[in-house]
T-cell receptor, first 116, second 115 residues
């Protein structure tokens, strides 16, 4: 079975440019998560969706960040304009609807973003 | 609110020995799940093992076992017969019904296996 698929795997961009990260969750999964990982702040949840609807975006750092999920098989995380402090690994992850507590979250391989 | 605490920033273990990575958690929800993930230097996050709060027995997956002590709110990961490939960062995480699918992660423990 295909896992969570992210693209691009690596991106280097100049400050001020728009960055779009893409994610295809595991088929049949109802939850989709966007995480950011840095050395300084560890793993942070940015936003998550349930059945394509954003549930909690309190982790989105500022208005420069936006995320969409137009259908069950695709999501984007956009940064506009990008800044050097946005350099991080961005993970997309997905999970099934929980029948009881304990959604096992499956991660993509991450998108390594460097803003210069 | 959910909280996960991993008190060991780094751990060393000799190859072929067992090692325990500590994790304590806090939640007011009686129904929750606990997870461990492995992140090798290549960066991907790999799901290792899951324990449900109502599970009667400790979870095991191959060389991984979860020492679940509910009264102490601890969910330690035990890796038996360590291998060099076990060197990685390990994250403890939890989710509960109150937070509708959202998981909280600890800060991680870096494990180094010595030959």
């Amino acid at each position: 079975d295909a896992g969570v698929i992210q693209s691009p795997r690596h991106e280097v961009t100049e400050m001020g440019q728009e960055v779009t990260l893409r994610c295809k969750p595991i088929s049949g999964h109802d939850y989709l998560f966007w995480y950011r990982q840095t050395m300084m702040r560890g793993l942070e949840l940015l936003i998550y969706f349930n059945n394509n609807v954003p549930i909690d975006d309190s982790g989105m750092p500022e208005d420069r960040f936006s995320a969409k999920m137009p259908n069950a098989s695709f999501s984007t995380l956009k940064i506009q304009p990008s800044e050097p402090r946005d350099s991080a690994v961005y993970f997309c992850a997905s999970s099934l609807e929980a029948r009881r507590a304990g959604n096992t979250i499956y991660f993509g391989e991450g998108s390594w973003l460097t803003v210069v | 609110a959910q909280k996960i605490t991993q008190t060991q920033p780094g751990m060393f273990v000799q190859e072929k020995e067992a090692v325990t990575l500590d994790c304590t958690y806090d939640t007011s929800d009686p129904s929750y799940g606990l997870f461990w993930y492995k992140q090798p230097s290549s960066g991907e996050m790999i799901f290792l093992i899951y324990q449900g709060s109502y599970d009667q027995q400790n979870a095991t997956e191959g060389r991984y076992s979860l020492n679940f002590q509910k009264a102490r709110k601890s969910a330690n990961l035990v890796i038996s017969a360590s291998q060099l490939g076990d060197s990685a960062m390990y994250f403890c995480a939890m989710s509960d019904n109150t937070n509708a699918g959202k998981s909280t992660f600890g800060d991680g423990t870096t494990l180094t296996v010595k030959p």
